[in-house]
């Protein structure tokens, strides 16, 4: 059974604005995040946030991405206003992690991911 259930990919020019949901369907998670993998490459830690609210960036997104809760803590989002081609990736939501956020496998529960793609 998915638990959970990414939205919101699809164009952008760049500069412009992304705003990805990800909803968990069956229970709520401490810890939710958002990967994302381009072609070719592994998977790229984005964002995470806490039950508490605390949030950590990857270095290439940070300044750049907002990652969000909705007050039932079962919806996480992330947000740009300044996307660029780079981040053309296929984003994936996480949740469940067991240790170092940076690292994929540490994350126990995945969606099935959201193409954004970013044209110059």
């Known amino acids: ?63 750049r991405f907002t990652i969000s809760r909705d007050s039932g803590k079962d919806t996480v989002y992330l947000e740009s206003n300044s996307v660029k081609p780079e981040d053309t990736a296929v984003y994936y939501c996480a949740a469940d992690p067991s240790g170092s956020y940076y690292q994929a496998s540490c994350w126990h529960t995945w969606g099935r991911g959201t193409q954004v793609t970013v044209s110059a």
């Open 1 to 63: 059974q998915v638990q959970l259930v990414e939205s919101g990919g699809g164009l952008v020019q760049a500069g412009g604005s992304l705003r990805l949901s990800c909803i968990a369907s069956v229970r709520t998670f401490n810890t939710m995040g958002w990967f994302r993998q381009a072609p070719g490459e592994g998977r790229e830690f984005v964002a995470a946030i806490s039950w508490g609210g605390s949030r950590t960036y990857g270095d290439s997104v940070k300044d």
